[in-house]
């Protein structure tokens, strides 16, 4: 094992925060619908991947710029998401059953992209994946960049809402006592439609953000749950700010990894940081 | 019942199928019962922690696919004759999960979610290790010059032979948890973990052993299937068919009945033969997804659900429950009286002694420095206003919680700090102010717990059954043995606590809050049970709000007000003294 260069060594903290932007965007919904819905929703990956897929049909295929296919897979998936609640609330799932719920999703959506777009990885040649900055010896590739801004933006301003406005305070009313909040007039009804709309909207920018920037293959959402559950874990469920402060500290931790050692041991990253959390603060996750 | 039966007719319908090669089939169609038979070694093994204590896990993959390396690797690279490998590889399998389950395990917050999500990361884990070490490092093993062993006329017949003999010793293992001590133990679990511990349940180990046996059935057939698709690679095994379909097969079977995944299984794999033409492919994950998530939707509880449900007798012990009316009611027999044998009143003996116990939460002192005896033979009321510490001292004494500090002396033994489980064994039973029954076992088998695990504890579910049934004859709940619990009304929920603390024949046994939401005729009744229990030697320290029990059954009175002490002796003297009238009556009277 050779200790890699500093210019190597900062390249690959970038690349880490990069990467943890985007666990961090993942987790974001995720962590919110556990923490706020009790929802443990694994279709989220697939409403990544299902909208990564349809931004690489229209930007590949039909020659729309990438970033504008958002304005379709947003509506999209907001729709998704809020009939995938629509299931759960009026099924009244336990969390648990919600689990194993939409991971009977992800396996059917899995095979419609695998019957659409084969099993075959597909990569996005958009006019972003070329432009690059140069920052002294580093480089900033643009989609990864736009990733990380979208994530920042999107985690402070879901932070906010949920901080300041009367809406955000409805919401955590309602996951702290839902009969109480009810008898205080809040209609959780529309709060939770809203709130899990929102959630797999973000899922969708993220799978945006993921067709920008890597390759994507139906089978490949699975490579994410453990991270992404260790950020939302690590950072706390129901929190805005946690997952993306832990996806960075995850993503930085597994690209040292990748750079110190070899780029296929980087999984066992997120696992070591689960167990440690869960040894060290069990408390957190409940 | 049929306790032979099964087991006998799983023989029979073992060897059946065993000649089917001996007739000459297409290959075919013995590699479509070998799939079959394959998922249901996976599925009836995954059933055994994950539908009997209810821990799901998403990792069964990994187990199984641990069993396939370490078959492929010794019977490929090392050379073993491949029928050796297999007893390896299910105690690799075993081995791995033992130890994913003593660290998840012992966290306390881990409940179901945690679990599942935390073995799903364990099967990229194991995969990750497997194709950077030299066990695979990335190409794949190739079976293809490993002899097969020539059990049947061909190769694809001995395989089929070898999965048929894991299945029916997947059958018979889960078949008999399921109708052992240890399988109710499970049950147990699956229903309240923290109830089943008290009970004398010892949760952890129990988890331990049920994973540790599902992990090895699954990696004998890892083992097999290694040899059957003699080119291994992660990708193949690591991926979450196994896990997918595992669950699916289970959930539509039903979790709680043995057979119950076998009959998903086959459910199963007959539907995606029909839709598929029996290629497991694209449209297959897509299949399995939906009815997963129909089943859940619809038959959350199973085929095997509906129909335990619907047999579920009611009466079955004849006569309807009497209802409790101390003047003309049936009088049960007494059970025979636990060992040691005051007669009332309390000896000078001391049975527990607590010593500067404390208990606080986040700085709110709960319990400061409490010391009291409990002598053997009484009847030792526990008095305070609401959040005075009556049920934190329980809770404390019972094992649910850890103490901060002090010492709790059972017997000359100090007790503090062990596991509840190990408290109940020691000899204390406690009641539930809430009443907290196992909702899916029946009324006789939520008692035969107690009885099986608790005080000096019974070795087989039919003793077990049978002392239940005596203490429910003395709870006037015999009528309602065969029901769940869900079916009680409130008082005779109370009492099924009750049945509970007593079926271990404790030395001492807590009571919290019997008698809060009985009718006063229903509290006659239950203040002469409680007296005849004591007649029969058993301690009991009794937190009560109702002052006439109180007084009526009590030898002694120690009063609690925010955590401390406030005052102790006889009863009357006690309610007379002017620190517990200003303190406890004042307040409650207001």
Known sequence: MSFPSWT????????????????????????????????????????????????????????????????????????????????????????????????????????????????????????YAEMKFRLGPLYLPIPEVLTLLLAVAITVAV???????????????????????????????????????????????????????????????????????????????????????????????????????????????????????????????? | MSSRRVPAGLLVAGLLMGALPFLKLPAFYESFLYLALFWIVLATSWNILSGYAGYFSFGHGAFFGAGVYTSATLAAKFNWPFLWTLPVAALVAAAIGVGVGAVVFRVRGVRGEVFALLTLAVTFVLATIIGNTPIDGGPGVYLNAVPVPRLGPSPTSSLYLMMLAAAMLTLLVSWAIRHSRFGAG???????????????????????????????????AGGIHALFISYVTTAETFNLTVPLTVVLMSILGGTRHWAGPAIGTVAITCLLFAFTGGEYAVLGKGAIGLILVIGILFMPEG????????????????????????????????????????????????????RGLSKSFRGLKALSNVSLQVRKGEILGLLGPNGSGKSTFINVVSGHYLPNGGEVWLDGRNIAGLPAHEIARAGIARTYQIPRPFAQMTVL????????????????????????????????????????????????????ELARALASRP????????????????????????????????????????????????????????????AEGAPREVMQSPAVMSAYLGMAHA
């Open chain 1, 8 to 127: 190597l060594l900062s390249q690959s903290v970038l690349s880490g925060v990069f990467a943890g932007a985007l666990y961090g965007l993942l987790g974001l919904g995720l962590g919110l619908s556990w923490g706020l819905l009790r929802t443990i929703n694994l279709a989220h990956f697939a409403f990544a991947f299902l909208s990564a897929y349809i931004c690489y049909q229209l930007a590949a295929v039909s020659h729309v710029d990438p970033l504008l296919t958002l304005a379709g897979i947003v509506p999209l998936m907001f729709a998704l998401g809020a009939g995938l609640h629509w299931l759960t609330d009026r099924f009244r799932l336990t969390p648990f059953s919600s689990l194993l719920l939409t991971f009977g999703c992800m396996g059917i959506v899995e095979s419609l992209m695998q019957t659409l777009w084969t099993a075959d990885p597909r990569k996005l040649e958009s006019h």
């Open chain 1, 159 to 286: 932070w906010a809402v949920l901080r300041f406005t009367d809406l955000g305070k409805a919401l955590r009313a309602s996951a702290e006592d839902a009969p109480v909040a009810a008898a205080f007039g809040i209609n959780q009804r529309r709060n939770g439609f809203l709130l899990a709309g929102t959630c797999s909207a973000i899922a969708g920018i993220a799978g945006v953000c993921i067709a920008l920037s890597s390759s994507i293959s139906p089978s490949q959402m699975y490579a994410w749950v453990g991270v992404v559950f260790a950020a939302v874990m690590l950072g706390g469920l129901g929190s805005a700010l946690g997952p993306l402060l832990a996806g960075i500290v995850i993503g930085v931790s597994e690209a040292v990894t990748m750079a110190v050692t070899s780029p296929s041991w980087a999984p066992l990253v997120s696992f070591t940081l689960l167990i440690l959390i869960l040894l060290l603060r069990p408390g957190r996750i409940r």
């Open chain 2, 186 to 220: 499970l049950f147990a679990i699956h229903d309240d973990e923290d109830a089943a511990e008290v009970m004398g349940v010892p949760t952890y180990r129990w988890k331990l052993a049920a994973l540790a046996v599902s992990c090895a059935l699954a990696g004998l």
């Open chain 2, 303 to 354: 085929v095997m659900g509906f129909r335990a449900f619907a047999r579920t007798p009611r009466g079955v012990m004849g006569s309807p429950p009497p209802r409790p009316s101390p003047s003309r009611g049936r009088v049960p027999a007494d059970p025979p009286p636990p060992p040691g044998e005051g007669r009332g009143g309390g000896t000078s003996e001391v049975l527990l002694d607590v």
């Open chain 2, 445 to 496: 088998d939520n008692v035969a717990i107690a009885a099986m695990y608790a005080g000096r504890g019974l070795p087989s579910l039919e003793a077990g059954r049978r002392e239940a049934m005596q203490w429910l004859e003395f709870t006037h709940l015999a009528g309602k043995a065969h029901s769940l619990p869900g079916e009680l009304n409130l008082h005779q929920r109370k009492f099924l």
């Open chain 2, 507 to 566: 030395k001492l046994v807590l009571l919290d809050e019997v008698l809060c939401g009985l009718t006063p005729t229903e509290i006659q009744f239950a203040v002469e049970q409680i007296r005849r229990i004591r007649d029969q030697g058993t301690t009991i320290v009794f937190v009560e709000h109702v002052m006439d029990a109180v007084m009526a059954l009590t030898d002694r009175l120690v009063v609690f007000d925010q955590g401390v002490m406030l």
